[in-house]
C-alpha cells in the first residue's frame, strides 16, 4: 500500500501546521479536524510552508552554522 502525503494548512494564518499521510487524496477539512484546517495533497510542502492560490511555497531553508576556523 502507498501512502499519499498531505500537508494541513491552518487557514487562518495559510501556513502548514503538519504533514498527514493518507490511502487516498484528501480535500477539504481533513478527517476529525476543525473547519479552518485544509488537507492539501503535496510531495515536497513542509511544516511552516504558506498556501496561497493552490500552492504550497515552503520557507527557505534554515542557513547550517559554520564551525569555527582553527
Given at each position: 500500500?502507498?501512502?499519499?502525503?498531505?500537508?494541513?494548512?491552518?487557514?487562518?494564518?495559510?501556513?502548514?501546521?503538519?504533514?498527514?499521510?493518507?490511502?487516498?487524496?484528501?480535500?477539504?477539512?481533513?478527517?476529525?479536524?476543525?473547519?479552518?484546517?485544509?488537507?492539501?495533497?503535496?510531495?515536497?510542502?513542509?511544516?511552516?510552508?504558506?498556501?496561497?492560490n493552490g500552492e504550497i511555497v515552503?520557507?527557505?531553508?534554515?542557513p547550517q552554522p559554520t564551525p569555527?576556523?582553527?
Amino acid at each position: 500500500m502507498t501512502l499519499i502525503r498531505h500537508c494541513i494548512v491552518d487557514t487562518t494564518t495559510n501556513k502548514v501546521v503538519n504533514i498527514i499521510e493518507y490511502e487516498e487524496i484528501q480535500t477539504g477539512v481533513p478527517p476529525g479536524l476543525d473547519f479552518h484546517f485544509l488537507c492539501v495533497a503535496s510531495d515536497t510542502g513542509e511544516i511552516g510552508g504558506t498556501y496561497a492560490n493552490g500552492e504550497i511555497v515552503n520557507p527557505p531553508p534554515t542557513p547550517q552554522p559554520t564551525p569555527p576556523q582553527a
